[in-house]
């Protein structure tokens, strides 16, 4: 692209959108063109759609200057997804925050992309209905970020990822109208020809960008039971884990961090309890009948197998109150302190967040190898995830300058993938592919001889985004 398209692309644009939804300040661009991650790009400009009609400007414009296009919500994804890698435009939909329909009969809320996940739960909540997507982000996440990246949550063990909470999208194509498409239906029995609608969850923007979405929603649970305990053996947290799983009884949130990392997480946070060793945080959804029978039937399976402090409530404001979600979501901020502790609190530092997905039955083995790796390669290895689903999220943070780490680093990274594959999992469960796992996914494809998946995948690309503009240099 050269510098005179995208003069050509801005001017035109000016003069079909309101100029003051185009920004240009080189703070908001240096702001936008970073993620979570450390990874940072380059942006000409960025602009703040309204509507879909703005939208269709922006894309049509673009097809017809070769403007490579950026779609962003909050720009919280880890894996490099929608940082700028070439010069060019970020499509910022935070202006697009609207709830356009919400229909209890129907179990169904149509929004915008740009609502973040917290506020859209904050109005479901007085119908006795909720989203149930629910990434440690969730404060800052949106909907249209998550449907990119198919995100998932605290919650997936029962609920699974967004791929299965969206029944339609309404999606703008990058070509010559910017022609505006509805995908799937408002209904959740659907089958009208091939499944478009979960093609584009998960896509990161590259085929599309999405400007409505039709989501399910599902009642609050009547009662949560929350034990959060604490072991100094992560084995026994694991086969605490792995009895109750085999239980019978489907947690409604699972989730592990190691000492250390519970260690870092708790030092910048308020607790009226002293967190010490590997933790265990497991909700069960129950009856206001059956609450003392699964706080009974938790703390008996967590003490059996070793649990040195269990802490259980029997709702989920009773859970909040004694502050047994802190730490878990303090989870990635933890980790940077991690690297801080290492580096110094003024380095600029890379992160690198693992994002693999095993058989729930194969995670002792799968965290004794990521563990093992650490060890192998000297790095201080953070590990914590989603226990319930088999998604754990081992994760390094390291001072790009110092190359030697570096280097180790992301041979512990490619091998941590291959730990995956090598326990029938996956090397990606919600975080996407982005920039750091597109080595993963040729890794992937060809450990499953679907190498030909790969060609079918850049096939689509090249019938929705003919000119390569969207997302450019992710995914494939």
Known sequence: MSEGNIKNFINELESSINSNKILMDDIILKLYSREPSGIEGKAKTVVFPENNDDVSKILSLAYKYEVPIYAQGSSSSLSGNAAPLKEGVIVSFERMNKIKELNITDSIAIVEPGIRIDELNINLEKS?????????????????????????????????TMKDWV?????VLAD????????????????????????????????????????RLTPIPESIVTSLALFNDLSDLLNAFIEIKSSGIQPYIAEFMDSKTVEMASKSIELNFTPEGNMLLI??????????????FLENKLSKHNANKIITSLNQEEAEEMGLFKIRRNLFAAQVS????????????????????VPPSKIIEA????????????????????????????????????????????KW??????????????????????????????????????????????????????KGILNPGKVL
């Open 176 to 215: 010559e109208n910017g022609t505006t498409l509805f995908v799937g239906c408002k209904t959740v029995k659907c089958r009208k020809g091939y499944d478009l609608t979960r093609l584009i969850i998960g896509s990161e923007g590259t085929l599309a960008l999405v400007t409505e979405a039709v989501l």
């Open 413 to 466: 990274y490619n091998e941590v993938m291959k730990i995956a594959l090598e326990l029938n999992g996956s090397i990606s469960a919600e975080h996407g592919i982005g920039i750091l796992k597109k080595e993963g996914l040729v890794m992937e494809m060809n450990y499953y001889n679907s190498s030909k998946e790969l060609s079918i995948m850049k096939s689509i690309k090249s019938i929705f985004d003919p």
């Open 167 to 171: 029944n339609g999208l309404q999606i």
């Open 367 to 410: 965290v004794n190898k990521v563990r093992d790796l650490g060890i192998k390669y000297g790095l201080q290895v953070s590990i914590g995830g989603h226990i319930g689903d088999g998604n754990i999220h081992p994760s390094v943070v390291y001072d790009p300058i110092d190359e030697s780490t570096k280097d180790k680093v992301i």
């Open 338 to 357: 991690m690297g801080q502790a290492i580096y110094g609190a003024n380095k600029k530092l890379q992160v690198f967040i693992e994002d693999i997905v």
């Open 128 to 160: 006795g209905y909720m989203f149930p997507i629910d990434p440690a982000s969730q404060s800052v996440a949106t909907i249209g970020g998550a449907i990119n990246n198919g995100a998932g949550g605290l919650k997936g063990a029962k609920y699974g």
């Open 283 to 296: 909700s069960i959804d129950t009856t206001k009948e059956s609450t003392d029978k699964i706080k009974k």
